[in-house]
């Protein structure tokens, strides 16, 4: 694939893969107690022909501003079914390990080729730790993650990949605080994404380092039913191309996007939940645009 003729396309079709990490919808930075294992099975879902444009895109024929939501080119549509599975565990009351695999069934079809064989396939593994720094006045978390790359990667930019084929070193801190009396919690999530370059023997785009944020306020209904809002997003930097001996910033590449979401859990009989969320995508850039999906299954047990 010649990235120097492609660098729109390549960064469009990047940009499909769409890695929506689950959370404990309930946590935030509390972490669980010594010897607890968490397992929660997730599934979210996208179907989308719309787009968060780059000022180089033309929509109707008009030169599109930067963030404009518009179709994508030839009936483009988004086809999106992404599943995980996650593994936390606690050494200690302070100290947990984390683990997640996703997998993808995903798809980017046209009028042009509508055809186009989808992605079936497991995507870049993340693994990290988590330490509770604070208990009082907020609950302060620092969480260390990293994410290798195991995903499929194809340099035929007509398939969707799973993975930029590099690893990411994700740091993130996490403060949350009960308003009790009040029925209600809020969370905070601060991050910064360090995104290492690909090998080049796979790919010579190498994604630009990402700060994400997210902002949550809960609710509990009841003692078993608790429900949230949030807003979740990342802004990234611009892609570059590495060649031989230089590198090339791909103008307006950068990707972004910012979602209101909304969401329940449900404890149907201790340890056993249920949790589900829609998530709205309010701005973007470089980025599918729409309404995405969620449903997990989760279970807390002691070893």
């Given amino acids: 694939m010649n990235i120097m003729l492609k660098p729109v396309k390549t960064t469009i079709i990047l940009s499909l893969w769409v890695l ?127 994410k290798a790359p195991t995903g499929f990667l194809n340099k035929d930019s007509e398939v969707v990949p799973v993975g930029d084929g590099q690893w990411d070193l994700h740091l993130q801190s996490q403060l949350s605080r009960s308003l009790y009396p009040l029925p209600f919690y809020a969370s905070l999530d601060i991050g910064y994404k360090f995104r290492f370059d690909p090998n080049v023997k796979k790919t010579n785009l190498a994604p630009g380092d990402e700060f994400t944020l997210r902002a949550e306020l809960g609710f509990n209904l009841n003692k078993r039913v608790l429900l949230k809002a949030a807003l979740d997003g990342f802004w990234g930097n611009e892609f570059t191309a590495i060649l031989s001996d230089s590198r090339l910033a791909l103008a307006n590449s950068d990707r972004s996007i910012l979602y209101f979401e909304t969401g329940f859990y449900w404890e149907l009989k201790a340890p056993l939940a249920i949790e589900a969320s829609v998530r709205t995508s309010l701005s973007g850039k470089n980025y599918p645009a729409g309404e995405v999906y969620g449903m997990g299954l989760s279970y807390t047990f002691s070893l």
């Fill in 20 to 146: 929506l990490l689950s959370s404990n919808v309930f946590a935030g930075a509390w972490t669980l107690a010594k010897g607890q294992l968490w397992v929660k099975s997730s599934v979210f879902v996208q179907r989308t022909h719309d787009r968060y444009a780059a000022a180089i895109f033309f929509c109707d024929g008009q030169l599109c501003d930067n963030g404009e939501r518009t179709p994508f080119f030839f009936n483009g549509e988004v086809k999106s079914n992404v599943a995980t599975m996650d593994v936390w565990y606690a050494l200690t009351d302070r100290m947990e390990l984390q683990f997640q695999v996703p997998f993808f069934d995903i798809a980017f079809i046209d009028d042009i080729d509508p055809n186009r064989p989808k992605s079936k396939e497991f995507g870049d593994i993340k693994f990290g730790l988590r330490y509770r720094l604070l208990s009082q006045p907020l609950v302060t978390t620092f969480n260390v993650a990293a």
